[in-house]
């Protein structure tokens, strides 16, 4: 029958591991109890502080808020305008040869989108979110992830739902049946104004 009974140098070994477990828990708590007192003391001599708990540095200045991004469709004139030319290379460039199939009624899809409102705030939104969301600094290894599943797929369901913003390009007489995906046209220049020949003059 062996004996399981630990030596004394294996338990040496754990009373030394469990010894430096100890030192950085003692150390953290030193550092931490360190800060805690200095933001007491910060608070307690108000640090400059006026009675709204606002530093004399802070005033005149915006007090930091995490930046609201613009909601599109209320953005004025110029603005909108840029916003918007910007979107339009996202979607052109990536999301439409990248996650658009072919177009059905029950895909829907209309290759002027920028005159829907609807679509136009949809695809804004989730343009944002991949801005956000495929960038390692700011979401980590996941975020990708995180843009497909919450952000991409729920706006391309409701996009080219059968209901969707798009369903009248795909009945309306008036506005071609959408079987393959082109790209936005170019609007082409204004033609010249036509200007009438001036009558002769009756002799």
Same mark, same amino acid.
């Given at each position: 029958?062996?004996?399981? #009974?630990?030596?004394?140098?294996?338990?040496? *070994?754990?009373?030394e591991d469990l010894?430096? #477990?100890?030192?950085?828990?003692?150390?953290?708590?030193?550092?931490? #109890?360190?800060?805690?007192?200095?933001? /007491?003391?910060?608070?307690?001599?108000?640090?400059?502080?006026?009675?709204?708990?606002?530093?004399?540095?802070?005033?005149?200045?915006?007090?930091?808020?995490?930046?609201?991004?613009?909601?599109i469709l209320w953005?004025?004139?110029?603005?909108?305008?840029?916003?918007?030319?910007?979107?339009?290379?996202?979607?052109?460039?990536?999301?439409?040869? =990248?996650?658009?199939?072919?177009?059905?009624?029950?895909?829907?899809?209309?290759?002027?989108?920028? *005159?829907?409102?609807?679509?136009?705030?949809?695809?804004?939104?989730?343009?944002?979110?991949?801005?956000?969301?495929?960038?390692?600094? =700011?979401?980590?290894?996941?975020?990708?992830?995180?843009?497909?599943?919450?952000?991409?797929?729920?706006?391309?369901?409701?996009?080219?739902?059968?209901?969707?913003?798009? /369903?009248?390009?795909?009945?309306?007489?008036?506005?071609?049946?959408? =079987?393959?995906?082109?790209?936005?046209?170019?609007?082409?220049?204004?033609?010249?104004?036509?200007?009438?020949?001036? *009558?002769?003059?009756?002799?």
């Amino acid at each position: 029958m062996s004996d399981d #009974t630990p030596t004394v140098e294996v338990l040496a *070994e754990d009373f030394e591991d469990l010894k430096a #477990t100890v030192y950085g828990f003692a150390s953290q708590l030193e550092h931490n #109890t360190k800060k805690v007192n200095e933001l /007491a003391t910060a608070v307690a001599s108000g640090d400059g502080q006026d009675g709204d708990g606002e530093s004399g540095k802070d005033k005149g200045k915006e007090k930091e808020k995490p930046k609201t991004p613009p909601f599109i469709l209320w953005l004025p004139g110029d603005k909108y305008a840029d916003e918007l030319a910007a979107l339009a290379g996202w979607v052109r460039d990536l999301l439409v040869p =990248t996650y658009f199939g072919e177009v059905s009624s029950s895909a829907t899809w209309c290759a002027r989108w920028w *005159e829907h409102p609807a679509a136009v705030a949809r695809l804004h939104a989730a343009w944002l979110a991949w801005q956000e969301l495929t960038n390692p600094e =700011t979401c980590g290894l996941t975020g990708p992830s995180v843009w497909h599943r919450d952000h991409l797929d729920p706006m391309l369901a409701q996009l080219r739902a059968a209901d969707g913003p798009f /369903a009248g390009c795909m009945t309306n007489p008036d506005r071609p049946q959408h =079987t393959v995906l082109p790209v936005p046209p170019v609007d082409p220049a204004p033609a010249p104004p036509v200007v009438a020949e001036p *009558e002769a003059a009756n002799a």
